[in-house]
């Protein structure tokens, strides 16, 4: 049973990866569906994979997903950064991912298009890369990983 909960995590964490890695935005939905928030995506953290079985077999029969992602300039404030128990997570193709928090707000996560078909979110990756590498955010960014972390232990 724990290789199966550390496969779904590592599975939806590599599958990020990918996306965050060519860059990728989010639109934010309320639970009304109405649109909130449009952010660009720095970095994807999936902290915990929370099985759900099915009580007459004892099998796996779904995963909640505790994430933690961080916006680009995400050293503005912790605003940025973002800690959400993901109730559902269902891959459109690829490049799409929707997922669902308890609250029924929804993130729909894609990776940009090609720089010929759309530059301006790839001109803001090159920029942010630039501007992480040179204030040097590595520890910024642990630090901030750290206390959402220990955010999320405390709900659990």
């Known amino acids: 049973m724990l ?24 639109f934010i939905a309320d639970e009304k569906g109405d649109r909130v928030a449009s952010i660009l995506i720095s970095s994807f953290e999936v902290f915990k994979a929370v099985p759900f079985f099915d009580r007459s077999t004892g099998e796996i029969i779904h995963f909640d997903y505790w994430i933690f992602f961080q916006e680009f300039y995400f050293n503005n404030g912790m605003q940025y950064s973002h800690l959400a128990r993901m109730k559902k997570v269902e891959w459109l193709n ?3 991912v929707e997922m669902t928090r308890e609250d029924g707000w929804v993130f729909y996560i ?15 990756l090159q920029n942010w890369q630039k501007y992480y590498q040179d204030n040097r955010l590595e520890e910024v960014a642990a630090d901030l990983r ?11």
């Open 110 to 124: 894609s990776k940009f298009d090609s720089p010929e078909l759309d530059p301006e979110p790839h001109r803001q």
């Open 146 to 156: 750290t206390e959402f972390f220990k955010m999320m232990e405390a709900q659990l």
């Open 3 to 26: 290789e199966q909960i550390e496969r779904a995590k590592t599975d939806l964490q590599s599958k990020m990866d990918a996306m965050i890695t060519a860059g990728a935005g989010c």
């Open 94 to 96: 690829d490049d799409n």
